[in-house]
């Protein structure tokens, strides 16, 4: 059986040097090796060859994390996202710690419909650094 296909994202790379990681639909254990891979990808310095815009798929062999220092500034964007789980929280939470420390910052962009609940409930929105963002999906993050 195919799951739904209730799930999206894509790796964004900035023009002045940053990331933004854009979620969709629902995050769950099923999904959190996928998640895993594009909050990697996210954080790594861009590669000779990659394209701004590209859309995160399966890993491949080029894929290995490289020697680089990485992004220093990544957004994770969760405005279309209608469902996440203790494991996105975690994932959410480790890739910060990475980020803060090699001296970067992980910004997570939550909308009216993004499901916030987890996280006031367990006080990972006291560990991470949260934006609130009015703006269309479509439009730029804040």
Same mark, same amino acid.
């Given at each position: 059986?195919?799951?739904? @296909?209730?799930?999206?994202? #894509?790796?964004?790379r900035?023009? @002045?040097?940053?990331?933004?990681?854009?979620? #969709?639909?629902e995050?769950? &254990?099923?999904? #959190?090796?996928?998640?895993?891979? #594009?909050?990697?990808? *996210? !954080?790594? *310095?861009?590669? $000779?060859?990659? %394209?701004?815009?590209? !859309?995160c798929? *399966?890993?491949?062999?080029?894929?290995?994390?490289?020697?680089?220092?990485?992004?220093?500034?990544?957004? +994770?964007? &969760?405005?279309?996202?209608?469902?996440?789980?203790?494991? !996105?929280?975690?994932?959410? &939470?480790e890739?910060?710690? %990475?980020?803060?420390?090699?001296?970067?910052?992980?910004?997570?962009?939550?909308g009216?419909?993004?499901?916030?609940?987890?996280?006031?409930? !367990?006080?990972? $929105?006291? &560990?991470?650094?949260?934006? %609130?963002?009015?703006?269309? +999906? @479509?439009?730029?993050?804040?």
């Amino acid at each position: 059986m195919v799951p739904p @296909n209730d799930f999206a994202l #894509a790796v964004k790379r900035l023009g @002045n040097g940053g990331t933004v990681l854009v979620l #969709a639909g629902e995050l769950d &254990l099923y999904r #959190a090796p996928e998640i895993e891979h #594009a909050l990697s990808r *996210a !954080t790594e *310095a861009e590669r $000779d060859g990659e %394209r701004h815009g590209q !859309t995160c798929g *399966a890993p491949s062999a080029g894929d290995a994390p490289g020697s680089s220092k990485g992004v220093r500034r990544v957004a +994770v964007d &969760l405005r279309s996202v209608s469902f996440l789980d203790s494991t !996105t929280l975690l994932l959410l &939470l480790e890739a910060s710690q %990475r980020q803060r420390a090699r001296g970067g910052e992980l910004l997570i962009l939550v909308g009216p419909q993004t499901p916030t609940t987890a996280f006031e409930v !367990t006080g990972f $929105d006291r &560990l991470l650094t949260i934006r %609130r963002v009015h703006a269309d +999906v @479509n439009g730029s993050p804040a």
